[in-house]
């Protein structure tokens, strides 16, 4: 199946979605290699739980550092840097534009954010369809 990467994460992603800590650089912390030498400051609290969990899911797919940049992008143009629909989305999706991936509150730089927005929204498509199979 074409999503299959997709399936066989869900299940492991929503759970720690569920049961990690509320603060999204704590949980992606605890899941780098030790000898990641990037290190994050500041601590972003979600208390959403639907949103929380579409921020791991792209933290996991496109790196923490370009979601804290399209968060930190959406803060400064207005929009909500805690809601991922239609606000931090499409920040994401700015990344790969100069004007945007230049900008003084960008720290990782160019991202191409397409496959990660994509991913986010085909996991939980997937997870909809699941639940509705497996009813609990």
Known sequence: MRYNHIKRFLSAALLLAFTAPSGIAEYYNAMEPV????????????????????????????????????????????????????????FILLKSNPEYFNDEVCKFGYFKGRQTVAYVHEVLRYYKIYQEKIPL
């Open 35 to 90: 000898s990641n030498s990037t290190v994050l400051s500041g601590d972003v609290k979600l208390t959403d739980k639907n949103e929380r969990i579409k921020f791991i899911l792209a933290a996991y797919n496109g790196g923490l550092g370009h979601i804290l940049d399209a968060m930190a992008l959406a803060k400064k143009y207005g929009k909500n840097p805690h809601v991922w629909d239609k606000n931090v989305s499409e």
